[in-house]
């Protein structure tokens, strides 16, 4: 008879705790690699940033790029759920809407405050992406990602007939891809100093104007 598959055991106050130190070390690197830069940023700085020690750090994180990435994807969707943008429900239900128009807005709203999480450190990765493999590889992936999130909404907004005449989807996705890129929000939100809400309604407008037909 064979012998019972022994399941490791896992402690919730150390997966909890395990939490809590990845949770800081985030903050450091997220503060460290938006203020300096992915290139100027150490491991030992962010270590110290975060009150743990470097053995921990290279632990969790064997390499800056994998603490970036790491930082740079929890920003991105808010938690550490494997959970894509895609499949996040605020996008699900912008998808679902009947009203194009409120479509657009939930679909706004949710990637408005995506890139004021995450926005700085995605332009960091695209810096730093010209003198480092690894960076550039995620830049791509992430430019990628971005353009096939535009794709599905605009795939969504045709199926109900709601784009204007003459506009195809992969159009569209073009048009949502550069307006609510995180390039032009950066230039609107840190350069220029426009409030959340100014830059959010701005959007909506626009993408209204550009995407759905002329009344």
Request: hydrophobic share 45%; proline share 6%.
């Amino acid at each position: 008879m064979a012998e019972p598959v022994k399941r490791p055991y896992r402690s919730p106050a150390r997966a909890a705790a395990a939490a809590v130190t990845r949770e800081r070390i985030r903050e450091a690197a997220g503060r460290l690699f938006t203020t300096q830069g992915f290139t100027a940023t150490t491991m030992k700085q962010v270590a110290a940033d975060a009150g743990v020690g470097e053995r921990t750090l290279y632990d969790v994180f064997p390499t800056k790029a994998k603490l970036f990435g790491h930082t740079l994807a929890v920003a991105t969707v808010g938690d550490e759920q494997p959970i894509r943008v895609a499949e996040r429900p605020e996008i699900i239900v912008a998808h679902e809407a009947d009203d194009p128009r409120q479509a657009i807005e939930l679909f706004v709203a949710y990637g408005s405050d995506l890139l004021d999480r995450a926005g700085d450190l995605i332009m960091i990765s695209v810096e730093a992406a010209g003198a480092d493999p690894d960076m550039r590889a995620a830049a791509d992936a992430g430019s990628r990602a971005h353009h096939e999130v535009m794709l599905a909404f605009a795939q969504a907004l045709d199926a109900r007939r709601a784009l204007r005449p003459g506009l195809d989807p992969m159009s569209a996705a073009d048009i949502l891809y550069a307006l609510s890129s995180p390039h032009m929000h950066q230039l609107l939100r840190r350069h220029r100093g426009w409030s959340a809400r100014r830059y959010r309604t701005w959007l909506a407008e626009a993408l209204e104007r550009e995407l759905l037909p002329h009344v």
